[in-house]
């Protein structure tokens, strides 16, 4: 499977009667955006602005960050099942524009965790997303709408905000094609390279949001998928999206995976990418040890790995999933580098593990994402919400987007950790 | 006008104190001005830009018998100064003098929210008892050692008062780096920015392994203690049976003030007044963010089974239910603090005279 993506820097947005592309200034018509995100009948009005570094603008009840992209040789085949006809992601040619995210609110969510990001001040200097122009859309729900199909349509209208300004740079010249082509059943291959295999935990339903998971894999949720195998170009081509709230993953982190991206860069040169086996983190254990075995055979018996790169999703139950995980591969000899988040900033690192197996022996710190950090900002405008919008904090303390000062947990702040591995961040004891 | 200099309170035992040997161990405090012994090196370390304005000198057995008691009698000699900063020690491998370093400097950063700098020994017992409340320098095991110990606070103390933003951290705190510092890490983790993604140090170090290379794993698998379960009562229906969960449940507006995460606390619920018979789910909240509550909330019978429990009793299978509910939020907290609890539910239990305890977890 051959994918490519042209990407295309984007210098400066600006608001115009046209959207379109020149120059690598990408210029914007609200009003045809707003009609197009408005043709979703679940939505009844939405609030479109365009932010830019510098801007004393704090944007809060992210649901999402979208990166624009679109397809340039197949039809309607965006996001398949959020957006685009069902087909499978990931190979043709894809246009990506850099240095532009959508920052998708629901400002009326009724979760308890919603990311926020500041344009100006610490907020910004820490996300990537804060050394970016933006836009940011915030859609209200319409009369008779469910709250979690609201979500869906929320996110789909971050989704369609990122086709619609990637189509709308057609022509643009490309600043980069980034070739991902790999063919992963050639176990017969004449490498001797190492083959390395990718476990990607992508789901945990421990949090879900009035019992009911997120969509996020081809239009569906995953919460009884058995573990399987993906090719890597689905997940950077649209067949993976991020979930609904942001704990230091969106749909911009999926789009920009680290460790698919890392285990390309080195393919043919110092291992061989034996693909990528995708599995949900489990509440009960005895399915957890069902998939977990099922997980390490397809790891092993057909992907023919020799090791394995295990990453894990926010939360500490599935901590205890990838550790299953990881030792069913061992077992079968197959060697693994395995993630974790310290989920404390006090005591050793080795307390902040939760599970204990000698052969466990390579655990690769992606980040201590409750670590927290206070944001001063004087805000002259707060989109996606209010200076009333509560700001979540695990403590029993109230604290609203307008204070002078909030104290956040690094994993609301869109854009500063990465669970997949594409942030240069490591947790070290002080 | 020049800038005023840093005002020092140093510490010191009566050994280096000049007060005398191991006959003059049981000295209470004696405060002298300026620096003394030890002391008048680290003026020299410390230069123009900071002034031994007094030291402190107490006996190694006076303050070792009860350090926490001793720290106390000793910050309120030292607080009359309002120094910038604390240097006690160093107090290389002597474990009484260790303690009492770190005792003092426990008790005058806590309430004068100043650097408190010492210096140890790897195997000096005041390195582990007090590593949390100081920042206690490496230092070889004797006084040989004394000048480039002195040296190495000294460094790390103006690093200390400058003020200066850490980019290397997300956090952007003051924190100086452990092994640049020489210092023993102070039970506190922080995100640090670093060349490589996780991505690429996670492939690096895995193409070592499977290669039989060295390799170092971010982080080393800890040492746990094994703890036997105790054998199983033999007669439920002669027992009192206590009811512990750590899923959160408490009555609406979280009186008192459980954290959702990290949370360092345990508290108790009479249950005949908590968990009535005709409960309402509005009465309750769940203080612990690791799991989607409506379950609960909807009956925490369904977390804290007082249902079942009363069933059981009425049928003569178990003999009571213990009235109070043991209630504490177990998410993502430190393994050495759920100890503690543990240690601390378990004394109050055993007053009661409670026979036997179901945990229920979420």
């Known amino acids: 499977m051959r994918l490519e993506i042209e990407s295309i820097d984007i210098k400066d947005i600006h608001v115009g009667s046209k959207t379109c592309a020149e120059d690598r200034v990408l210029q914007v018509n609200l009003k045809e955006l707003e009609e197009l995100i408005l043709k979703d009948s679940r939505i009844k009005s939405v609030d479109i602005n365009v932010v830019y570094p510098g801007?004393?603008?704090?944007?809060?009840?992210?649901?999402?960050?979208?990166?624009?992209?679109?397809?340039?040789?197949?039809?309607?085949?965006?996001?398949?099942?959020?957006?685009?006809?069902?087909?499978?992601?990931?190979?043709?040619r894809t246009r990506s524009l850099r240095g532009v995210a959508i920052l998708v609110s629901n400002p009326l969510t009724k979760r308890k965790y919603s990311a926020l990001l500041d344009m100006t001040g610490l907020g910004a200097e820490l996300s990537r997303y804060g050394k970016m122009k933006n836009i940011s859309i915030a859609p209200?729900?319409?009369?008779?709408?469910?709250?979690?199909?609201?979500?869906?349509?929320?996110?789909?209208?971050?989704?369609?905000?990122a086709i619609y300004l990637a189509l709308a740079a057609e022509g643009h010249p490309t600043d980069e094609v980034e070739v991902y082509d790999l063919d992963i059943p050639s176990l017969e291959g004449d490498s001797d390279l190492p083959?390395?295999?990718?476990?990607?935990?992508?789901?945990?339903?421990?949090?879900?949001?009035?019992?009911?998971?997120?969509?996020?894999?081809?239009?569906?949720?995953v919460r009884h998928l058995m573990p399987t195998i993906i090719h890597p170009n689905e997940v950077l081509d649209g067949g993976v999206v991020g979930h609904h709230t942001i704990r230091s993953l969106d749909t911009y982190t999926v789009q920009n995976h680290g460790v698919i991206k890392e285990l390309y860069r080195r393919h043919g040169k110092?291992?061989?990418?034996?693909?990528?086996?995708?599995?949900?983190?489990?509440?009960?254990?005895?399915?957890?040890?069902?998939?977990?075995?099922?997980?390490?055979?397809?790891?092993?018996?057909?992907?023919?790995?020799d090791g394995v790169v295990i990453t894990k999703i926010h939360g500490g139950m599935p901590h205890v999933d990838v550790a299953l995980v990881g030792e069913e591969c061992e077992k079968l000899g197959v060697k693994t580098s395995i993630y974790t988040q310290p989920l404390v900033s006090v005591g050793t690192l080795g307390d902040t593990l939760l599970f204990n197996n000698e052969a466990l022996d390579l655990i690769i710190t992606v980040g201590a994402t409750f670590e927290r950090v206070k944001l001063p900002l004087e805000a002259d405008r707060i989109l996606g919400g209010t200076a009333k919008t509560k700001v979540f904090l695990a403590d029993p303390v109230d604290q609203y987007a307008g204070d002078p000062v909030i104290e956040m947990e690094e994993m609301l702040i869109a854009g500063v950790h990465d669970h997949l591995g594409g942030a240069n961040i490591i947790v070290k004891e002080y | 006008m020049p800038k005023k200099n840093l005002t020092v309170v140093h510490y010191l035992?009566?050994?280096?104190?000049?007060?005398?040997?191991?006959?003059?161990?049981?000295?209470?405090?004696?405060?002298?001005?300026?620096?003394?012994?030890?002391?008048?090196?680290?003026?020299?370390?410390?230069?123009?830009?900071?002034?031994?304005?007094?030291?402190?000198?107490?006996?190694?057995?006076?303050?070792?018998?009860?350090?926490?008691?001793?720290?106390?009698?000793?910050?309120?000699?030292i607080e009359p100064y309002q120094p910038d900063l604390f240097f006690a020690g160093p107090a290389f491998e002597a474990g009484r003098y260790g303690v009492s370093c770190g005792a003092i400097c426990k008790a005058v950063g806590e309430k004068l929210a100043i650097p408190v700098i010492t210096g140890m020994s790897e195997e000096n017992p005041g390195v582990e008892m007090y590593r949390k409340n100081a920042f206690i320098c490496k230092t070889g095991i004797s006084a040989r050692d004394m000048v480039h110990s002195l040296q190495g606070m000294t460094k790390l103390a103006f690093k200390l008062v400058s003020g200066e933003r850490e980019m290397n951290l997300v956090s952007r705190e003051n924190l100086p780096k452990p092994h640049e510092y020489g210092y023993f890490h102070r039970l506190i983790?922080?995100?640090?920015?670093?060349?490589?993604t996780a991505a690429e140090r996670s492939v690096d170090k895995l193409l070592s392994k499977i290669k039989g290379e060295p390799f170092e794993s971010e982080v080393v698998l800890p040492n746990l203690e094994r703890v036997e379960p105790p054998p199983p009562i033999k007669d439920p229906s002669a027992c009192e049976i206590a009811l512990v969960s750590d899923g959160g449940l408490v009555p609406k507006g979280n009186p008192d003030g459980l954290s959702g995460r990290g949370n360092l606390r345990w508290t108790t619920y009479e249950i005949d007044d908590f968990l009535p018979e005709d409960f309402k789910s509005s009465d309750y909240e769940i203080a612990?963010?690791?799991?989607?509550?409506?379950?609960?909330l909807g009956n925490p019978s369904r977390?804290?089974?007082?249902d079942v429990m009363r069933d059981l009793v009425k049928e003569g299978k178990i003999g009571q239910l213990h009235p109070t509910f043991f209630c504490t939020s177990g998410n993502a907290t430190v393994s050495g603090r759920c100890a503690e609890m543990g240690d601390e539910i378990g004394a109050e239990m055993k007053k009661r005279d409670i026979h036997a305890v179901i945990f229920t977890s979420t």
Request: hydrophobic share 40%; charged share 25%.
């Open chain 2, 288 to 296: 612990h963010t690791g799991y989607f509550p409506d379950e609960v």
């Open chain 1, 195 to 221: 083959r390395v295999a990718y476990y990607y935990q992508m789901y945990s339903p421990q949090h879900d949001h009035r019992g009911i998971s997120d969509p996020c894999f081809y239009g569906t949720d």
């Open chain 2, 303 to 306: 977390l804290v089974p007082v």
């Open chain 1, 55 to 92: 801007d004393r603008v704090r944007i809060v009840n992210l649901l999402d960050v979208v990166q624009p992209r679109c397809k340039i040789d197949q039809f309607e085949a965006d996001f398949p099942g959020f957006v685009g006809r069902l087909r499978t992601a990931g190979s043709g």
């Open chain 2, 13 to 77: 035992n009566q050994f280096f104190g000049q007060v005398g040997a191991e006959d003059k161990a049981d000295v209470g405090f004696v405060v002298k001005d300026g620096p003394i012994g030890p002391g008048v090196a680290l003026q020299k370390e410390l230069g123009g830009r900071a002034e031994v304005i007094a030291t402190i000198i107490c006996g190694d057995n006076y303050f070792s018998k009860s350090p926490e008691e001793a720290g106390e009698e000793g910050l309120k000699l």
């Open chain 1, 140 to 161: 209200y729900i319409s009369d008779g709408t469910e709250e979690r199909d609201f979500e869906d349509a929320v996110k789909i209208a971050g989704l369609r905000t």
């Open chain 1, 270 to 305: 110092d291992l061989f990418f034996a693909g990528v086996v995708f599995g949900v983190a489990n509440i009960d254990p005895i399915i957890r040890k069902r998939k977990a075995l099922m997980a390490a055979n397809l790891i092993k018996n057909v992907l023919g790995a």
């Open chain 2, 189 to 196: 983790l922080r995100n640090e920015y670093t060349e490589k």
